[in-house]
């Protein structure tokens, strides 16, 4: 099979391509935004028909959650019209895709995890885009899944869990928000799971469906953090803040806690607990 992985720089996309060498059967390609713009479906399309493309991940995303507030068109190109040319074009041949989502397209009042069940309500643009191209991939009933995930972190790209290192070597204490909780993702883990779903050939339906994954566990930012801290045995004091005392151009979901009883139960998925997982990837950030 031959198997499109777009928005290659990305923290999931890097964590696919290291793990693709498992997965020896298959043919993977690697595309950025510069080798293929997926906001043109001619150039989509051709670039399917072209390599005899059977299957896509997309990790193409607008991910700058507040630069999105202004930039709605950016946000809108990618994470909308992107997402429907990517759909519509490995439609037409029949292939199977899987479309990374995000925990923002719900407005975080929910006291119990959230299930693909719950009525979303995004907050901002970022979670709205992200939710509209949901809706193009679903209103193309095409053979595809939709992950919608949650706090991403890898040993690759710009992420927290850097930025916490980096900013514990800097600085003696940090204050870091306490009152949004969910659950950290290693994106080793979510790749994992999703190479496993796209190669082989039964596990996509013709109908598509979401599901939710992150790790195991509950966390606030502010556990995130001092677990950071604890793992690399930094030496920075970490104080707890509330949302309002961090303002920011966009509001994020103070709860967005995923329940993930769905994909473990269709998929056979093992996930594992956040804690063990953000050590993995600490270790391999030290060792690098």
């Known amino acids: 099979m031959n198997i499109l992985i777009t928005g290659v720089k990305g923290q999931l996309s890097s964590e696919i391509k290291e ?9 993977f390609f690697f595309e950025d935004s510069k080798s293929l713009d997926i906001t043109d479906f001619n150039k989509v399309d051709l670039y399917i028909q072209t390599n005899q493309i059977n299957a896509i991940v997309n990790c193409a995303a607008y991910t700058a959650v507040d630069k999105a507030e202004v930039e709605i068109s950016k946000a809108e190109e990618v994470n909308v019209k992107g997402v429907y040319n990517l759909a519509k074009s490995i439609k037409k041949v029949d292939g ?32 709205r885009t ?4 949901e809706e193009q991939v679903l209103s193309l009933a095409l053979e595809a899944i939709i992950i919608r995930t949650s706090w991403v972190y890898s040993s690759y790209g710009n992420n927290f869990v850097k ?11 940090l204050n870091v928000i306490f009152d949004q909780i969910g659950t950290p993702t290693y994106a080793r883990d979510l790749a994992k799971v999703c190479l496993d779903i796209i190669s082989e050939e039964d596990k ?4 598509s469906s979401i599901y939710h994954y992150s790790n195991e566990g509950v966390a ?9 801290m604890e793992i690399s045995q930094t030496n920075c004091d970490v104080y707890p803040i509330e949302t309002k005392d961090y303002p920011t151009p966009a509001k994020r979901p ?20 956040w804690r ?5 990837c600490i270790l391999k950030i030290e060792n690098k």
């Open 220 to 228: 606030s930012w502010y556990d995130f953090a001092k677990a950071i």
């Open 130 to 133: 992200k939710l509209e191209g």
């Open 204 to 207: 996509i339906n013709r109908k």
């Open 254 to 273: 103070n709860y967005s806690l995923l329940n993930k009883a769905k994909i473990k139960k269709d998929f056979n998925v093992d996930i594992p607990y």
């Open 276 to 280: 063990d997982s953000l050590k993995e």
């Open 19 to 27: 793990l693709s060498f498992n997965y020896s059967k298959h043919n």
């Open 163 to 173: 930025t916490m290192l980096r900013l514990g070597k800097e600085k003696e204490e």
């Open 96 to 127: 199977k895709l899987i479309h990374i989502s995000t925990d923002y397209i719900f407005n975080g009042e929910s006291f119990t995890p959230y299930s693909e069940e719950h009525k979303v309500n995004p907050l901002g643009v970022y979670g």
